[in-house]
C-alpha cells in the first residue's frame, strides 16, 4: 500500500513515520508530478489550513487532489486537513478542496485557546488518545458520520472513504488511527 502525504507545510513527517510502522509505503506530495505515479491514499496533515489551500492553488495540486477524492481516493485529514476537506467553514466563504458534507468551526476548541488532551471513544475503535492544537470542531454535518465527540462537539467524521479527524494521531505513541485508515477506508 503506498499513502501519499501531503507535505507542503505542517506536521507531515510525523504521518509518514506511523504510515511506515504500518508497514505501509509514504511519499511525499509536495508538487504536480509527485501525484502522477499511482497511489492507494493521501493524508492532509495540521498546520494552517490557509497557508495549505493557498500552496494547493499556486502548485496546481488544488484541482488533482479534488478530483482523486472525488472518484473514491482514500483520505484522511487531520485538523487543517479537516479544514480542507469540509465543504463548509463557519462564519467564512473560503473553501479549500470541499468534498466532504461538513461545517468546520476553525480555531474555536477547547478551554484553552492552544493545545489540549482528551480521552474519548472512537466509533469502531473503543477509548482512544486525542491531541488538540488549536482545533476546528465539526459545527455540523451535511451528510458525513460522527464517529466521535468531545465536550458535545464533534471531532471526527467519515463520508465513504473520506475521514476527518480534528485532532492530531500522528502524535500519539501507537499508530492506531493509521491502522484503521489502512486497514477500514483504504
Ligand atoms: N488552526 C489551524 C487552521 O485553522 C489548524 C491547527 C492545526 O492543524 N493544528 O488551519
Not at 454535518?141 to 467519515?158: C, D, H, M, T, Y
Amino acid at each position: 500500500m503506498r499513502i501519499g502525504v501531503l507535505a507542503l507545510q505542517g506536521a507531515f513527517i510525523e504521518h509518514e513515520k506511523k504510515i511506515l510502522e504500518c508497514g505501509a509505503e509514504a511519499f511525499e506530495i509536495r508538487q504536480r508530478r509527485d501525484i502522477e505515479k499511482s497511489f492507494d491514499g493521501i493524508i492532509l496533515p495540521g498546520g494552517e489550513s490557509t497557508v495549505m489551500g493557498k500552496l494547493l492553488n499556486e502548485l496546481d495540486l488544488m484541482n488533482p487532489v479534488r478530483e482523486f477524492i472525488k472518484g473514491g481516493m482514500p483520505v484522511m485529514g487531520t485538523c487543517a486537513g479537516l479544514i480542507l476537506l469540509a465543504e463548509h467553514i463557519s462564519g467564512d466563504e473560503t473553501v479549500h478542496i470541499g468534498t466532504m458534507g461538513i461545517t468546520a468551526k476553525r480555531n474555536a476548541y477547547g478551554r484553552q485557546l492552544g493545545s489540549f488532551h482528551a480521552k474519548a471513544l472512537f466509533e469502531g475503535i473503543g477509548e482512544i488518545p486525542m491531541t488538540f492544537i488549536r482545533a476546528p470542531y465539526i459545527e455540523s454535518s451535511e451528510r458525513a458520520e460522527i464517529l466521535a465527540s468531545v465536550e458535545g462537539k464533534a471531532v471526527a467524521a467519515k463520508e465513504g472513504k473520506q475521514l476527518a479527524l480534528a485532532f492530531h494521531p500522528e502524535l500519539e505513541d501507537t499508530p492506531f488511527m493509521h491502522e484503521y485508515f489502512l486497514n477500514k477506508i483504504v
